[in-house]
């Protein structure tokens, strides 16, 4: 079964709203955590770094107040999108590692489509 | 920045044949992760190695981690229609405890097409 859950799986806002999306982590604790983001036919492209107790971490031309994380608990990291335009539609998934006796292993979920109309 | 090298970007092939897919990188990294995603839905991990030189294999796929820490490949031996998807390799620079713990830098995905 799934280790990581996102909600909601599909969204559609009117622009200039906010809307926000869910990452869980199941039955493991994770301190950091991952955004991403994903046009179609393309490869993941890392948004920042979730970090429980502290502030995000963006990667370069991020927009860190438009792009609003916060690691709420060890199992929680929520990705807020604000004042939303229709080039921000996209799917966005996140991913957790958790640790393992040999190394960790990074788990997706399962995906949030933003549709911005 | 490091960028990984994905190839083939697209295969198409028949029901039963074997399938090689392989990444490339101008870094080192320790660990090297194989993923598949179908359309709509998040990355499912299939192959973690966490070794230079490490040959693991899931069913009917195996991977490999190169010896330089530069480079991995994925088979699919007996292709079936399920096989299906994108794939993409990843790789992580940092083990735990790292500045860069859990954060991946993605291939650019080989798309395959199984036909029945």
């Known amino acids: 079964g799934a280790v990581v859950s996102q909600h909601p799986s599909r969204v559609i806002c009117k622009s200039g709203t906010s809307v926000k999306i869910e990452c869980r982590s199941l039955d493991f604790q994770a301190t950091t955590m991952f955004w991403y983001r994903q046009f179609p036919k393309q490869s993941l492209m890392l948004m920042a770094t979730s970090n429980e107790g502290s502030k995000a971490t963006y990667e370069q031309g991020v927009e860190k107040d438009k792009f609003l994380i916060n690691h709420a608990s060890l199992t929680l990291s929520t990705l807020t999108v604000t004042s939303a335009h229709p080039e921000d539609s996209s799917f966005y998934i996140c991913?957790?590692?958790?640790?393992?006796?040999?190394?960790?292993?990074?788990?997706f979920g399962e995906g949030s489509w933003l549709t911005v109309v | 920045g490091q960028q990984l090298n994905q190839s083939p970007q697209s295969m198409f092939i028949q029901e039963g044949e074997d399938v090689s897919m392989n990444c490339t990188s101008s870094?080192?990294?320790?660990?090297w992760l194989w993923y598949k995603q179908d359309p709509g839905e998040g990355p499912v991990l299939l192959i973690a190695l966490y070794k230079a030189g490490e040959l693991t294999s899931n069913g009917r796929l195996t991977a490999q981690f190169g010896i330089t820490r530069k480079d991995s490949f994925l088979n699919i031996s007996a292709s079936i229609p399920s096989d299906v998807g994108i794939y993409f390799c990843?790789?992580?620079?940092?083990?735990?405890?790292?500045?860069?713990?859990?954060?991946?830098?993605f291939g650019q995905g080989t798309i395959l097409t199984v036909h029945p």
């Open positions: 990843a790789g992580q620079s940092s083990n735990a405890g790292g500045t860069s713990y859990g954060k991946l830098t």
């Open positions: 870094s080192i990294f320790n660990t």
């Open positions: 991913s957790a590692p958790q640790p393992g006796a040999t190394g960790n292993t990074i788990y």
